[in-house]
C-alpha cells in the first residue's frame, strides 16, 4: 500500500487535525480507501485535495460550497490547476458579493455606534426599517421585559 498514507500523516502533511479529516471524510469531501475497522487510509492526492478544501475555505466559502464545486470532478478526482483556475472564476461573484455587504456595514458601523442602543430606530445593522418598532420602547433586543403595551 506505498500508494496510500495514513490518517495521521495526511494531518501531519496538510496541518488539518484528523477529527477534521474524518469530518470532511463523513461529508464526502475526500474518501478513504480500504477495509471499513481498519486504519484509516488515503490516496497520496488527497494531501492536494485537503490543501484544496483549505484554500477555499480561507476565501470564505463554506464545506457545502466547497462540496459542490469538487462534486462537479469526476470520481473524487484531485483539482488540477486549470480545475481551479475555472472554479475560482465561478466563485468571484460570490465573493465580490460578500465584499459589497462587508463594504455596507463598515459604512453604516457609525450610524451603529451613534444610537449607542438606547434606541434601535435607526440602527441598520440590527433593526433595520424599524422592525422592532412595534415592540414597544427602548433597546428591544436587549431588554428581558416584555414590551409595554
Known amino acids: ?47 492536494r485535495r485537503v490543501s484544496f478544501i483549505r484554500a477555499a475555505q480561507t476565501l470564505g466559502l463554506n464545506l457545502q460550497e466547497i462540496g459542490e464545486a469538487l462534486a462537479r470532478l469526476p470520481q473524487q478526482r484531485t483539482p488540477t490547476v486549470d480545475d481551479w483556475a475555472r472554479l475560482s472564476m465561478a466563485w468571484k461573484p460570490l465573493l465580490q458579493a460578500r465584499i459589497d455587504a462587508l463594504t455596507r456595514l463598515r459604512d453604516q458601523l ?24 412595534g415592540q414597544g420602547c427602548g433597546a428591544r433586543f436587549l431588554l428581558d421585559e416584555p414590551a409595554a403595551e
Open 1 to 47: 500500500m506505498n500508494d496510500t498514507i495514513t490518517i495521521g500523516y495526511l494531518a501531519k502533511r496538510s496541518g488539518v487535525a484528523a477529527s477534521a479529516l474524518r469530518f470532511y471524510e463523513s461529508r464526502g469531501l475526500i474518501r478513504s480507501v480500504g477495509e471499513p475497522g481498519k486504519t484509516r487510509r488515503f490516496r497520496r492526492d488527497a494531501l
Open 110 to 133: 457609525d450610524d451603529c455606534i451613534g444610537c449607542g442602543c438606547l434606541s434601535l430606530q435607526k440602527c441598520k445593522l440590527f433593526n433595520p426599517d424599524d422592525a422592532a418598532g
